[in-house]
Each structure stands twice: as C-alpha cells, then as structure tokens.
C-alpha cells in the first residue's frame, strides 16, 4: 500500500490500490476540499507534490486543462482527484504563504509573486 504524507497536517496515511489521493484522504478523514465530488471539473482539489511524482500516474488530458485554469501553478501541482499513488508519496494540500489557489475567472490574468 501507498504511504501520503501530508506536511501541513503533519500525518501519514494509507490507501487502497487504485484510489485516488482525494479518495484516500477522505477515507481517512483527512480534510481536502473538493467542491466537484472528484470528477476532475472544479480544481479546488489541487496539491503540491513534494516527493514521490513518480509514484504517481501521468496527469490526464481532463487534469491538464484544470490545472491549466487554477491560480497554483507548477509541474508538481496535481489535483488530488486525478493522482493515484503506486508508491509513497509526500504532499502539501494547502498553498504555502506567497502562493496562490482557486480558479481564474474567464478574463483574470495570472497573479505574479
């Protein structure tokens, strides 16, 4: 089984193969918004991978054109919905101070830091 550790909660769980980041959060009453239920259309599920991105499966063509939309940007940004672990993996669930999360309204531009 994958182990998630969540820095800014400080804990690790675990999930079952095949479940999705979001999924094993919420089994573990972990709390991550998620406003879509993990249908990969709101974005708000977003999460920064620290370690492990290479346990994880490629992002889909669906979570391309989200994390494309979302204000937390960077190649280790995934939503939690879309990343199903195969091994252990470290994330951080909420932005850290400076950095940005949401959606980008149609006709809003990108905040710089």
């Known amino acids: 089984m994958a182990k998630i550790h969540v820095v800014d909660k400080d804990i690790t769980v675990e999930g079952k193969p095949g479940d999705p980041i979001l999924f094993v959060m919420w089994d573990n009453r972990v709390s991550i918004t998620c406003i879509c239920g993990g249908n990969c259309s709101c974005g708000t599920c ?3 991978v ?3 991105m290479e ?3 490629p992002r889909t063509e669906c979570e391309h054109k989200i994390l ?3 204000k937390r940007q960077g ?3 995934r939503l939690a919905c879309q990343s199903v672990p195969t091994g252990d993996v470290v994330i ?3 932005p850290e101070v400076g950095s940005h ?3 980008l309204r149609p006709g809003q531009v990108q905040p710089s830091e």
């Open 55 to 57: 346990n994880l499966n």
């Open 92 to 94: 951080r669930i909420v």
């Open 46 to 48: 977003n999460i920064e």
């Open 101 to 103: 999360s949401g959606i």
């Open 68 to 70: 494309s939309r979302i």
């Open 75 to 77: 190649s280790n940004v």
């Open 50 to 52: 620290l370690k492990g």
